[in-house]
């Protein structure tokens, strides 16, 4: 396993987390065994939106003692009126749920402002007893740190910008980030992309996970096969569908990531996720499935790492990572930004042109490696 910082908490979290959702009504034993694999794997964040009762139980008596050596995201203002998950910020309702969580795992790590996809949304969480409520929790340690969830990247900006959270959840895979932020994401992943909207990776879900790297949010990734349709020959939107691990390594791969929680829902298939640290190097790589689209805005590194190797050794597509980053406020560039640039050790580009050749994408490799070092050098 590897281990990777959620941001501005500073806890170490497992790249790969488990999503409980889909343990959702399953029999003990599923859910037991599933934990005891991601357990095995040394997987170290749980996500546990799911108001259930039962689930909670479940889920808690598995972990039994190693409760300690997880952490745990819950969220406040899941509930489950008539046995339907749905949204709360009626004070009373969202108290009621949390407060049964927190009695169920003693504390939580991520209090997780419960999806926060529109206006209304953020009101109904800024503009109300609801933030003040978390707020709350925090100071009295029910809660260690605020985040918050959410699916649109433009209103996941706002939510960034009012500096109360310190990491959020978000749906990443390619297939939303391709999809013009003016579409919902909800729209699409029931009925099936179609790769008619796609235009390359939106320009507001790109700025969004600059935003976060540059604030030190850390991004915590739900969705990342797309409910499956990705990984489908039927429903992918693309030439062939992705792999489990092309996706899984796609969400690693954007700004500010710290760890992805794929919805597993037995043993064997959190056992097939792990695989992702024995594959190799090609069977994660997703550039070609990604240029198998409409792309108008080539030239834009989407941090595939097709390019590589560099001869000189350069880190390509993290370079890019911080180099985008660093271009959303050049007069503000983040010490943490210049640090881990300088943590890359990177060799001067000879120029050699090797990684502009192989990159699918149009991507100027040679002049934005030159700006990286003026930037952040
Ligand atoms: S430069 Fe091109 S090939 Fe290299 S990481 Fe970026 S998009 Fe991928
Ligand atoms: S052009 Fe520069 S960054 Fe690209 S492969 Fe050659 S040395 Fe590496």
Request: hydrophobic share 40%; with cysteine.
């Amino acid at each position: 396993m590897k281990y990777r910082q959620i941001g501005q908490t500073g806890k170490q979290a497992s790249i790969i987390g488990l999503g409980c959702e889909h343990l959702d009504r399953k029999p003990y034993a599923q859910v037991k065994e599933t934990i005891d694999m991601a357990l095995a794997h040394d997987v170290n964040l749980l996500d546990v939106f799911m108001p259930g009762e039962e689930i909670r139980d479940h889920i808690a008596t598995a972990l039994g003692d190693r409760r300690k050596d997880v952490m745990i995201q819950g969220h406040i203002g899941a509930t489950d009126i008539n046995q339907q998950y749905d949204i709360s910020r009626d004070l009373p309702t969202v108290k009621k749920y949390f407060e049964a969580l927190l009695r169920k795992f003693g504390y939580i790590d991520f209090g997780m402002l419960f999806f926060i996809d529109s206006e209304d949304d953020y009101r109904g969480v800024f503009e109300t007893g609801f933030i003040t409520y978390a707020e709350q929790l925090k100071k009295q340690g029910d809660i260690h740190h605020i985040g918050f969830s959410s699916h649109n990247p433009v209103t996941a900006m706002k939510v960034i910008e009012t500096g109360v959270p310190e990491m959020m959840m978000f749906s990443i895979n390619p297939a939303f980030d391709m999809l013009p932020s003016e579409h919902y994401v909800f729209d699409y992943s029931d009925k099936g992309f179609g790769s008619d909207l796609f235009r390359g990776i939106d320009p507001k879900r790109a700025e969004l996970y600059q935003l976060c790297a540059q604030k030190q949010i850390g991004i915590t990734v739900m969705k990342a096969f797309g409910a499956t349709k990705l990984l489908s020959p039927d429903h992918t939107p693309y030439a062939k569908p992705l792999t489990v691990h092309q996706c899984v390594h796609y969400a690693l791969s954007r700004p500010a990531v710290a760890s992805v929680l794929p919805g597993c829902q037995t043993a064997a298939e959190m056992e097939d996720v792990m695989r992702y640290f024995s594959v190799s190097g090609e069977e994660k790589d997703y550039a070609e499935v990604l240029g198998s689209v409409q792309n108008d805005f080539k030239g834009s590194c989407v941090y595939c790492s097709h390019c590589q190797p560099c001869p000189v050794g350069i880190d390509i597509a993290a370079v890019h990572r911080l180099v985008d980053t660093a271009r959303l406020d050049k007069a503000n560039i983040p010490a943490t930004l210049r640090a881990e640039y300088a943590a890359l050790e990177s060799a001067v580009c000879i120029e050699c042109g090797h990684c502009e050749v192989r990159c699918p994408f149009g991507v100027p490799v040679i002049e934005n490696v030159k700006e990286a070092a003026v930037l952040l050098g």
